[in-house]
């Protein structure tokens, strides 16, 4: 089975802290991803990743930035976290060329900027 | 870009009622993907479905590519079929999925 791993489930910083999220999936994956999910605006691409050091904006990346050093690490960073980026924030994975391949999603981090 | 709604928004069910649950999508697309969120939070790919028709359980899912919809079937449902369930597709110019709002199901005991 898939398994894609989140470093916290839950995280509490205060605003102007850098945050980093870890994501990291056991699959061999080509293709990682980082969303955010907030009530009534559904899931929001932010940043993926088709290869080690590469990387492409979604979205919505104002204020996110991303690493891949490793092919099955993929670290979400919030150089200076803001209250509104307070959210609940799900990795993924795929398999694959494309990046609209079965995608395979962490547990989720529901961050709160305090 | 390519619009996703769903619906309902919301579905409150009986256990052991069946639902169906509605994507509908505004431009052609080469693959579609129903998703289940647990209350929990974990995002879970139920299926992979271009076109056609897929079962797996008590879960089904068509979709009519021609007519930009697909529906997910959930028969004998059951209080851990819980959660929100989200389509999404891929984005015609960027190639990105893009999801839905989401349908948020709550079964009763």
């Known amino acids: 089975d898939v398994k894609v791993t989140q470093s916290s489930r839950y995280l509490v910083k205060r605003t102007g802290e850098k945050v980093f999220l870890e994501c990291v999936q056991d699959?061999?994956?080509?293709?990682m991803f980082w969303y955010r999910q907030d009530p009534g605006l559904g899931l929001r691409l932010i940043y993926f990743?088709?290869?080690?050091?590469m990387k492409e904006k979604g979205d919505i990346p104002e204020g996110y930035s991303v690493s891949r050093e490793k092919k099955e690490r993929f670290s979400l960073i919030l150089e200076s976290a803001s209250t509104n980026q307070t959210s609940m924030y799900l990795c993924?994975?795929?398999w694959g060329q494309g990046i609209t391949d079965t995608q395979y999603f962490g547990p989720g981090t529901r961050l709160t900027v305090l | 870009g390519i619009q996703v709604e769903q619906s309902p928004p919301d579905l409150i069910l009986q256990e052991g009622a069946n639902s169906t649950l509605r994507c509908n999508f505004s431009?052609?697309?080469?693959?579609l993907q129903w998703f289940h969120q647990n209350p929990w939070g974990q995002l879970i790919n139920l299926f992979y479905?271009?076109?056609g028709t897929k079962q797996n359980g008590r879960l089904s899912a068509t979709t009519v590519a021609t007519e930009r919809y697909s529906l997910l079937y959930i028969s004998s449902s059951q209080t851990t079929d819980s959660g929100v369930y989200f389509c999404?597709?891929?984005?015609?110019?960027?190639?990105?999925?893009?999801f839905g709002q989401g349908t948020t199901l709550q079964v009763k005991p």
């Open positions: 990743s088709y290869d080690v050091k």
């Open positions: 699959m061999d994956h080509e293709n």
């Open positions: 993924a994975s795929s």
């Open positions: 999404a597709v891929p984005s015609s110019n960027t190639g990105k999925l893009i």
């Open positions: 431009d052609s697309v080469n693959n």
């Open positions: 479905i271009p076109s």
